[in-house]
């Protein structure tokens, strides 16, 4: 599975952005979907994901509210909205995919390992 990120830019505080992720060489349906971020100096964190385990979106708490993962299952993208952005939310945004399905003790999907990445697409807030 290769995953291209897109959609990047250079945003005003307060201002709305929607960042795509396009996959090919399988179907994203049936994979466990995350958005990571990583910040000049810090660790990658999760900020959302779409879990195949029990289909339910998950958000980091900064994020609730504020940003939106959804797919397109018949483009095989899938897209992060994000709204009332911050300066904080600068940072390098990559997908993740990966189709492990895990029963019993499953790890949550904003922390686990993930089999694809793409290559990240830059998300500045600035004035």
Same mark, same amino acid.
Do not use: H
């Given at each position: !599975?290769?995953? !291209?990120?897109?959609?990047?830019?250079?945003?005003?505080?307060?201002? %709305?952005?929607?960042?795509?992720?396009?996959? *090919?060489?399988?179907?994203?349906?049936?994979?466990?979907?995350?958005?990571?971020?990583?910040?000049?100096?810090?660790?990658?964190?999760? !900020?959302?994901?779409?879990?195949?385990?029990?289909? %339910?979106?998950? +958000?980091?708490? *900064? !994020?609730?509210?504020?940003?939106?993962?959804?797919?397109?299952?018949?483009?095989?993208?899938?897209?992060?909205?994000? %709204?009332?952005?911050?300066?904080?939310?600068?940072?390098? +945004?990559?997908?993740?995919?990966?189709?492990?399905?895990?029963?019993?003790?499953?790890?949550?999907?904003?922390?686990?390992? +993930?089999? +694809?990445?793409?290559?990240?697409?830059?998300?500045?807030? %600035? *004035?």
């Amino acid at each position: !599975v290769q995953l !291209v990120e897109s959609g990047g830019d250079l945003v005003q505080p307060g201002g %709305s952005l929607r960042i795509s992720c396009a996959a *090919s060489g399988e179907s994203l349906e049936d994979y466990t979907i995350g958005w990571f971020r990583q910040a000049p100096g810090k660790e990658r964190e999760g !900020v959302a994901c779409f879990m195949r385990e029990d289909r %339910s979106t998950y +958000y980091e708490d *900064s !994020v609730k509210g504020r940003f939106t993962l959804s797919r397109d299952n018949a483009k095989n993208m899938v897209f992060l909205q994000m %709204s009332s952005l911050e300066s904080e939310d600068t940072a390098v +945004y990559s997908c993740a995919a990966d189709d492990r399905f895990y029963i019993g003790q499953i790890p949550p999907c904003l922390q686990r390992d +993930y089999k +694809y990445w793409g290559q990240g697409t830059q998300v500045t807030v %600035s *004035s």
